[in-house]
C-alpha cells in the first residue's frame, strides 16, 4: 500500500455539510458514472450495476416503524484503507445517494424516502453519510398501495478522480402496518346525511281485555302484532310478535323545542326524521309505556335501515288517551293511539 495512506485525511460530514451547507438534491455530471436508479409509473425501478470491489461502507442499518413513518438509521462511509478503490484519500467523497422504495422481493415501487433536508451530493464534500442524524425517513400515509413488507433500497457511488467509481446497494426491510389498508370508520360527523321518508298516520282505539296488539298492516287491534301492551298489576309495558324494538324518541334531547311532538302538536307532512332515536337504546320490550307522559315511543324493525331500506318497519306512535278512567280491577283498559308509519 502506498505510503499516502498510513494518515488519510479524512473530512466528518459535519464538517463539509457546515462549510457547504444543505443544498437541492442533484446528480453527477460525471459522464463515466453508472445511471442511478429509476422508476416510473409502468413498471420496475431500473437498478445501478454494483462494483465487484468497492470502497462502501454501510453500517448498523435499520428501520423504526412509528405512527405515520418510517424512520431509518445506520451509516454510510468510505473504507479509505483499499489501495484498489480509494487512490486519493483527500479526494474520495459521495457523489450520489437515492433511495427507493419497493414491495419486498420485487423492483416495483411505492412510496418515497427522502431526507429531512435534500443534499446535494454531486456538489458538496461528503465522506460520511448518518442516515438517522439526517432525517432520512418515509412517509407511510402517501405514496403506497399495499401494506406488508417493504425494503428500502440505498444506492450510493464514491469517486476520487483517480480509480473507477464505487457503487455499492443495500437493503433495509421494513413493514407497512395493515391499519393503512383497513377501510376507515365512518363516524358522525362523517355519515352521510339521512333522507327523510313520508310517514302516513292513523289512530286505532284498543281495549287491552280483548286484543293487546295492534297490526300495522291492517291498522286494527290484534291478537299479536307490531305493537303490543302488556299488562301488569300497575304497568303497562310494551312488546312485539313481529320483531319490533322501542325507544323513548330523543327529540328532547337536541335542544330543539320546535320538534318537541306530543299529542296536542305533530308535524306537518311527517316524515322518518321527525322523530328522533338513539340505535342503542332500542330494546324488545319497554317496562313501563302508561308511564311516560305526552311523548312519543319509535318502533323500529331489524329490516328498516334509513339509508338502504328507509320505506318500511319504522313506527311512532303515543297515546292519545290512556284510558286511566276507565281502567278495570286488571289494569285493563281502553286506549287511542295515534300511529305514523313507512309503508309496508
Not at 43 to 50: D, E, F, K, L, Y
Not at 303 to 332: H, L, Q, R, V
Request: proline share 6%.
Amino acid at each position: 500500500m502506498s505510503s499516502k495512506f498510513t494518515a488519510p485525511l479524512i473530512f466528518s460530514s459535519a464538517l463539509a455539510l457546515g462549510a457547504m451547507g444543505f443544498v437541492a438534491c442533484g446528480d453527477d455530471s460525471n459522464p463515466s458514472l453508472p445511471p442511478s436508479p429509476t422508476s416510473s409509473s409502468s413498471g420496475p425501478i431500473s437498478m445501478a450495476t454494483p462494483s465487484v470491489e468497492t470502497a462502501i461502507v454501510f453500517t448498523g442499518l435499520g428501520a423504526t416503524v412509528g405512527n405515520t413513518s418510517v424512520k431509518f438509521s445506520g451509516t454510510i462511509s468510505i473504507d479509505f484503507g483499499d489501495s484498489n478503490t480509494v487512490a486519493d484519500v483527500s479526494a474520495a467523497r459521495f457523489t450520489s445517494v437515492t433511495f427507493n422504495v419497493v414491495k419486498a422481493g420485487t423492483l416495483n415501487p411505492q412510496g418515497t424516502a427522502a431526507f429531512a433536508t435534500p443534499i446535494d451530493f454531486a456538489n458538496t464534500f461528503i465522506q460520511t453519510v448518518p442516515l438517522q442524524e439526517w432525517g432520512l425517513m418515509s412517509n407511510l400515509e402517501t405514496g403506497y398501495t399495499e401494506c406488508g413488507s417493504f425494503e428500502l433500497i440505498v444506492t450510493a457511488v464514491v469517486e476520487d478522480g483517480v480509480t473507477e467509481p464505487s457503487v455499492s446497494i443495500e437493503k433495509i426491510p421494513f413493514e407497512r402496518p395493515s391499519k393503512w389498508c383497513l377501510a376507515p370508520e365512518s363516524s358522525s360527523s362523517e355519515a352521510p346525511e339521512v333522507t327523510g321518508v313520508p310517514l302516513d298516520s292513523f289512530t286505532v282505539e284498543i281495549n287491552t281485555k280483548i286484543n293487546k296488539c295492534i297490526d300495522i298492516a291492517t291498522r286494527s287491534p290484534a291478537d299479536a302484532g307490531d305493537i303490543c301492551f302488556n299488562v301488569g298489576a300497575s304497568t303497562i309495558g310494551l312488546s312485539s310478535t313481529t320483531g319490533v324494538k322501542f325507544a323513548l324518541y330523543a327529540n328532547k334531547q337536541d335542544n330543539d323545542i320546535l320538534n318537541d311532538y306530543n299529542k296536542k302538536y305533530q308535524p306537518t307532512n311527517a316524515t322518518t326524521t321527525d322523530f328522533l332515536y338513539n340505535k342503542n337504546s332500542l330494546q324488545e320490550t319497554y317496562p313501563d309505556f302508561t308511564s311516560i307522559n305526552d311523548q312519543f315511543f319509535v318502533g323500529i324493525k331489524d329490516t328498516y335501515d334509513p339509508y338502504t331500506n328507509p320505506n318500511s318497519g319504522f313506527y311512532a306512535f303515543i297515546a292519545m288517551d290512556k284510558g286511566e278512567d276507565k281502567k278495570d280491577a286488571n289494569n285493563n283498559r281502553p286506549m287511542k293511539i295515534l300511529i305514523y308509519t313507512t309503508a309496508q
